[in-house]
């Protein structure tokens, strides 16, 4: 087994993240829990870039469209009469192509993050998707209020401030997509690894 305390993530501040001024915020959070940042840049990508990072499975767009219709029935909204379908394909649809033009909206950050239950770690400080759901003391849940219901209406993905790898396997491809072989900057944080 690889070490533990070596498993990488992948995160990237967004552009409302990067616009509210919250990348010192988010980075704090992270090595405040011990987690190493070990390869760290700003950088505008390219719609293509985005598109090829966001999944294209029916799968994974099916369950964008399914995050919006858990909002519709907390707050008892028909999303047929909303939003013009009931068919979580259909909506994930709109809501992907949406997600691709709201990522090449102003800089974003990337980096990789290392330590113990790194993606596990990172995806409990970030917080769930949707800010309206997601718990104080995430930085979802402490520095938005998005939530599809609007951002549908205004044509627009929720605006969610930083994404995080969600497994290992999506941390592998996403990083190596984003900074190729070799990105990790290798030391040894006091009080974490000496
Ligand atoms: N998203 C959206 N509307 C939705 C669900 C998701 O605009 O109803 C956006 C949101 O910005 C989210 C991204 O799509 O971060 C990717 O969705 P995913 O399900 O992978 O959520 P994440 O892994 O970012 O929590
Ligand atoms: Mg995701």
Redesign the pocket.
Known sequence: MKNPKEELTYLMIKPDGVRKGLIGEIIRRLEQRDLKIVALEMFQPTLEQIDEHYPKDETWIA??GQ??FKTCEKYNVSPKDEFGTDNELEMGKL?RG??VNYMVSAPLVKMIVQGTHAVDMVRKIVG??LPNLAEMGTIRGDFSVDS?LI?NAEHR??M?LA?AS?TPEEAAHEIEHWFGKDAVHAYKRFGVDE
Do not use: G, Q, S
Request: hydrophobic share 45%.
């Open positions: 369950r964008l995050k919006t809501v949406w997600l769930p998707t599809p951002a993905a929720v969610n994404h969600e």
